[in-house]
């Protein structure tokens, strides 16, 4: 009888977790960041960063000057070709997070969602959908990006069959290609995850860059 209430009680306690990480579809995310950025516009000089699931805990973030010109450093040679820039995406992306993690102390998270799940600063596929989406956009406002066009969201899994998963997205401007943009696989300050939408709802191990399953 204890064993089945402890089981109850753990039930309970992830399921609201679960929910979160699904992020009820696209409405919601794209309100959610709707309401972070009234004007659609985060800027380096102030945008808002999720966390602690579901952005149920906010910052805001102000990075000066000289750490948004190291972002644009990344950038000073022109990617002869769009492969090339998605390196250049994933190494701002990876940079902004850095950044962010110092000033809010979520630079401890880590890839997944339950490893720290009971620590304020980790981050679950929602939170990384949301603040990767702000990066891209920040990128691409300072045209960074020439390449590629923030794309919308991608959805995966089910709490029945596989845990529910979401990542931001990139549009190959030439081919038209939505290449994920997943920063949850990793820990934060590594470069996401990149790849094509056929590929990305395929099993992480296939064709992830740890090779193994992802973190739970």
């Not at 009680?9 to 992830?14: C, D, E, Q, R, T």
């Not at 010109?69 to 090339?84: I, T, Y």
């Amino acid at each position: 009888m204890q064993a089945r209430v402890k089981q109850l009680i753990l039930v309970a306690a992830v399921l609201p977790l679960l929910a979160a990480c699904a992020g009820g579809r696209d409405a919601p995310i794209a309100k959610r960041l709707m309401t972070l950025h009234p004007d659609g516009k985060p800027t380096p000089a102030h945008f808002v960063l999720c966390a602690g699931h579901g952005c149920r805990e906010r910052h805001d973030v102000h990075l000066g000057d000289g750490q948004w010109a190291s972002v644009r450093a990344l950038f000073a040679r022109k990617a002869d070709s769009a492969e090339e820039e998605r390196v250049q995406i994933a190494q701002a992306i990876a940079r902004l997070e850095a950044l962010a993690g110092a000033a809010t102390g979520t630079d401890a998270d880590l890839g997944g969602t339950y490893s720290n799940m009971f620590l304020s600063n980790q981050l679950d596929c929602a939170d990384e959908t949301v603040n990767t989406t702000t990066y891209l956009r920040m990128l691409a406002a300072d045209g960074l990006m020439t390449r590629h066009r923030v794309g919308g969201r991608l959805h995966k899994g089910n709490i029945i069959n596989s845990l529910p998963h979401m990542t931001a997205t990139i549009i190959e401007k030439e081919t038209g290609t939505q290449w994920a943009v997943d920063s949850w696989f990793l820990d934060n300050g590594e470069p996401p995850e990149m790849a094509t939408a056929a590929i990305w709802h395929t099993p992480y191990a296939e064709w992830g860059s740890t090779g193994e399953p992802p973190r739970p």
